[in-house]
């Protein structure tokens, strides 16, 4: 739509003022510049009056960056600019006040052209966008401030690296759960000074730490602190990416994480120590579901394999799936993998196998052999957290080699980082192996009173102390009832009962 009248002189105009980086709070810069503003409308007698303050405090221009997001007030300044053709204008303090991206310049000038749309700056004076010269000479000033944005973005970055690289505190994020924090200044983003433990939310992450090593899931542990009414550090319910955030980083360990990695010591308290961080680290790795597997409702869910398709997958096997049989829940060789051609009931199943699972559980000698098998790991777990460590310090190294290294080198650096990081890898599987076996914390003499109000992760906790699999056989025709032959028991590891 064409100005109605482009001659008229302007009657409203709309003040924008943005600062981005309020620390404290209390929006002193823009109101410097919003001050600044009505003192050039007055001394530059521009005329007409002052419509409204359109104010985006705290909210960056620059596209590029990570704390960037719509700015409202500048989208309502625009659309006020639509709403009466040439007669508003914009007072600012200076053009990168209104722009640092030169996509969103090219869309205001088209916006400028079509509305007759006078702009006049603190800084700058006019900037006459119906001009071509006038136009060039705002893509500059944009050009300019995008490259000062960019500028800055990189020190931020170099910043990051440098504080990372000294253990120091990023000056950004929530408080972490675990520690109080202690800050300089007042507002969202005022300045960290350091970070102490909290007593009682350490304590808690050395609960979750240790319960999650003795063979409880995370969904087990969501559930209690829920149920405890222990909050995030946010203040709100805990779910289990946040619990495993938290228990995987390496900032309870007291060490410093950049991108993801651990690249040494941290300045502020550790909670656990590096050898438990490690074990917590491996296990949360190894738990880790593909996207599209499949959560276990039923307890012995995994636990069951068809005889038949006992050598498929490599000896692997097949799992049976729960399914629906002649209207009952039924274990099945499913017909996508196996041979489905073995069918058990799954109630009658799992009463089978819970009463060889507290059998076994509640036998003192049965106890002691399965405590000393897993004291045992204690000194495979040091070798191999020592193996870690060596081989993710020189990984360090070498990465540094090839960010300053010649050309020459950095094929023999690559696969060097490339072996070393496979070697990590495998260590991390075989310690999670290690870790991951349960504690015998639910296990005891009166276990067989307790069974049958114990949740799936608690009774899975204690199947993977004595069963490494369960073989399905097959049904001798004619019986229609269960039968308990049917059913081979493979024992986690060779244990004497008495």
Avoid at 312 to 328: E, L
Avoid at 347 to 352: F, I, K, V, W
Wanted: proline share 4%; hydrophobic share 35%.
């Amino acid at each position: 739509m064409p100005p109605q009248n482009p001659g008229h002189p302007v009657d409203e105009w709309i003040i924008y003022v943005r600062i981005s980086d309020d620390r404290e709070g209390r929006g002193l810069g823009v109101e410097r510049q919003e001050q600044l503003a009505r003192s050039l409308h007055r001394t530059a007698r521009l005329g007409g009056r002052i419509l409204t303050v359109c104010c985006d405090n705290d909210l960056t221009a620059n596209d590029k960056s990570s704390r960037y997001k719509q700015r409202p007030n500048y989208n309502r300044m625009v659309a006020l600019l639509r709403g009466r053709p040439g007669r508003r204008g914009v007072i600012t303090y200076h053009t990168d006040r209104l722009h640092r991206s030169p996509r969103e310049l090219e869309d205001f000038i088209d916006v400028a052209e079509k509305y007759s749309v006078p702009v006049r700056t603190v800084r700058s004076g006019p900037i006459d966008l119906s001009t071509a010269s006038g136009r060039l000479n705002a893509r500059i000033a944009c050009a300019v401030a995008k490259h000062e944005s960019d500028q800055k973005s990189e020190r931020v970055r170099d910043k990051a690296a440098q504080l990372a690289a000294s253990g120091a505190i990023g000056n950004g994020g929530p408080r972490p759960f675990g520690y109080t924090r202690i800050y300089q200044g007042e507002g969202e983003r005022r300045k960290i000074l350091r970070d102490d433990i909290n007593p009682e939310e350490a304590d808690i992450i050395r609960q979750c730490a240790r319960r999650a090593l003795d063979g409880d899931t995370m969904r087990t542990i969501v559930r209690w602190l829920n149920t405890e009414g222990i909050p995030t550090s946010t203040g709100g319910q805990w779910t289990q990416r946040a619990l495993t955030f938290v228990l995987r980083s390496g900032r309870i360990a007291g060490l410093r994480e950049h991108r993801r990695q651990i690249i040494g010591k941290a300045v502020w308290p550790a909670i656990i120590s590096e050898e438990t961080h490690q074990q917590l680290r491996a296990l949360l790795d190894s738990n880790q579901r593909s996207p599209g597997s499949r959560v276990r409702i039923h307890w012995l869910s995994g636990y069951v394999f068809c005889s038949r398709c006992a050598d498929r997958n490599d000896g692997r096997g097949v799992k049976m799936r729960v399914g629906k049989h002649a209207g009952k829940l039924k274990y099945i060789c499913p017909s996508d993998e196996g041979c489905n051609g073995r069918v058990i009931g799954m109630a009658d199943l799992e009463d089978l196998i819970g009463g060889f699972v507290v059998g076994w559980l509640t036998d003192p000698k049965i106890l002691r052999q399965i405590a000393a098998r897993q004291a045992d790991t204690g000194n495979a777990t040091k070798a191999l957290l020592d193996r870690i460590d060596a081989d993710e310090r020189r990984l360090v190294v070498l990465q540094g080699e090839l960010d300053d290294g010649d050309d020459d080198d950095l094929p023999e650096v690559v696969a060097s980082i490339r072996r070393l990081r496979g070697r990590v890898r495998e260590a991390r599987a075989e310690l999670a192996g290690l870790s991951a076996a349960p504690g015998l914390r639910l296990a005891g003499e009166d276990l067989a009173e307790r069974w049958d109000v114990l949740d799936l992760d608690q009774k899975q906790s204690l199947l993977a102390l004595v069963v490494k699999r369960i073989l399905i056989g097959p049904a001798v025709r004619g019986r229609a009832w269960f039968d308990p032959d049917r059913v081979d028991i493979e024992r986690a590891y060779e244990m004497s009962h008495p």
